[in-house]
């Protein structure tokens, strides 16, 4: 079989991702108490809110329109304003975060000046360093996008053991661990390219440019927001009803279909993001419309395949990432990985807003859904953490439903994959179900799924292809 090289590097890079966050919450779990995990979560899901529904819409406009600034010869300024954004947000984000601290009583987690130099880092080292490693690949640097990508994920992962140790074995280290190799990293690619120089000159700022840029991002803040509502705050309500221990069991089941879930997706978005945005360029609507149709065809065959991997082989992806004393966790893989399925589905059919121009088409579908699940999570109380998850699914398929009719005004939706194919695919991925499979041997499990990686790796170079 035939090799694709550009497929292997962006794989060799996924696949070291996924191997370093699989070992990441092995070492956290094992390392920290249930109740430092939980707090690892919860501190998690606020950071969480700030990017994606602040920072985010920033940088999806600026990857959008990356390879029009470079043709515009004003790609370094472009990049300058977006940090400055970024240093922005930060510093007005600190009265916020005050509040944010007194209300989810996090006093008793972490000290108020810690937490709040945490969230300010967060929000400009990592936010800064995530859309400089994106632009890498916008740009078609791919070995440079690799080299950077797994260099971040293994130093990140030895700086917050070092710091535990150094320390106290607390979620808030592991946190700054991770901060300061970002840090370092950051100041390293300064270093590298301290010799562009900056036309000043090209930075124009006008009411009637700063129009198109609001009304792209302002119908994505409200998206994310959503989004955040989806897949983060169910912790706070969590924290707020159970203990962190339980939160720690919910969101480590709920954690592990998402990262599965999120490789595969990333995978998906590095591969076609350079090649999509060239298409983009001057493109009509009938080649945007089949760009994103035969993307879309192939990435849901592998959610798909992505599924049915999730549900197989919970037990054993449990086991190996935490061990036995969260095999408790394994009921929520099931209802996150139903959550995460209708996500990344949802996340494509997003696609199409961007493809087109028109974001606020999204809005309707996401805020439908967002205040369902806001209205259920103030005025109800939850007995089981169950319930709280089928909040999420409901909600979930009602903006997928919705999603789908909006985007479909847009362009002609026409997913085309085989069901012969699918069939053919999952297969050996049924394995996962038989009953001798389910050992507690750490090392016949990491074989065990070993193997089934090696088999999805097979898959991605099999129907992945670096045609322009």
């Known amino acids: 079989m035939k090799i694709n090289k550009e497929t292997v590097t962006y794989l060799a890079n996924?696949?070291?991702?996924?191997?370093?966050?699989?070992?990441?919450?092995?070492?956290?779990?094992?390392?920290?108490?249930?109740?430092?995990?939980?707090?690892?979560?919860?501190?998690?899901?606020?950071?969480?809110?700030?990017?994606?529904?602040?920072?985010?819409?920033?940088?999806?406009?600026?990857?959008?329109?990356?390879?029009?600034?470079?043709?515009?010869?004003?790609?370094?300024e472009s990049s300058f304003i977006v940090f400055l954004s970024f240093l922005s947000v930060g510093l007005i984000s600190i009265p916020l975060l005050y509040f944010v601290y007194d209300w989810l009583e996090l006093s008793k987690y972490v000290d108020i000046l810690i937490f709040i130099v945490y969230m300010f880092l967060a929000i400009v080292v990592s936010t800064s360093l995530r859309n400089i490693i994106s632009a890498i690949n916008s740009l078609g640097k791919t070995i440079l996008f690799t080299s950077v990508n797994i260099i971040s994920a293994i130093s990140g992962l030895i700086s917050s053991i070092i710091m535990i140790f150094l320390f106290t074995k607390s979620s808030i280290n592991w946190l700054y661990g991770i901060i300061i190799s970002e840090s370092i990293i950051l100041m390293v690619l300064f270093f590298i390219y301290s010799g562009i120089k900056l036309d000043f000159n090209k930075i124009q700022f006008s009411l009637i440019k700063l129009k198109p840029i609001l009304n792209f991002m302002y119908p994505i803040a409200i998206i994310t927001l959503?989004?955040?509502?989806?897949?983060?705050?169910?912790?706070?309500?969590?924290?707020?009803?159970?203990?962190?221990?339980?939160?720690?069991?919910?969101?480590?089941?709920f954690s592990i279909p998402g990262m599965i879930f999120s490789s595969v997706e990333n995978f998906g978005s590095i591969y076609f993001n350079n090649r999509i945005l060239k298409s983009?360029?001057?493109?009509?609507?009938?080649?945007?419309?089949?760009?994103?149709?035969?993307?879309?065809?192939l990435m849901l065959f592998f959610y798909i395949l992505t599924f049915i991997f999730i549900v197989s082989f919970s037990y054993q992806i449990l086991f190996v990432v935490a061990g036995n004393n969260y095999l408790e966790s394994q009921k929520f893989i099931f209802l996150g990985a139903i959550i995460e399925f209708m996500r990344v589905n949802i996340n494509q059919l997003n696609k199409i807003s961007h493809f087109e121009k028109n974001t606020k088409q999204n809005i309707i579908p996401f805020v439908t859904g967002g205040l369902i699940t806001v209205i259920i999570f103030l005025f109800f109380e939850f007995s089981r953490i169950e319930k709280i998850y089928y909040v999420l699914i409901i909600t979930q398929l009602i903006i997928l439903i919705l999603s789908y009719l909006f985007m479909n005004r847009l362009i002609k939706i026409k997913l085309k994959f085989s069901i012969k194919n699918i069939v053919l695919y999952s297969v050996p991925l049924l394995f996962g179900f038989l009953p001798f499979l389910n050992s507690d041997k750490l090392i016949l499990n990491l074989i065990i799924i070993a193997v089934f990686g090696i088999y999805f790796l097979y898959l991605f170079n099999k129907f992945f292809n670096s045609k322009d």
């Open 280 to 297: 983009l360029l001057k493109s009509t609507k009938e080649v945007r419309e089949k760009t994103w149709n035969d993307i879309s065809s």
């Open 226 to 253: 959503i989004v955040w509502i989806q897949s983060m705050s169910y912790r706070i309500v969590i924290d707020r009803n159970f203990s962190s221990s339980d939160l720690a069991i919910a969101a480590l089941g």
């Open 14 to 76: 996924i696949s070291i991702k996924v191997f370093i966050s699989f070992l990441s919450i092995r070492l956290l779990t094992t390392l920290l108490s249930k109740d430092e995990v939980g707090n690892y979560y919860l501190v998690l899901s606020i950071i969480g809110f700030i990017n994606l529904v602040i920072l985010n819409p920033i940088g999806m406009y600026y990857n959008r329109t990356i390879l029009e600034y470079k043709d515009k010869g004003k790609l370094y």
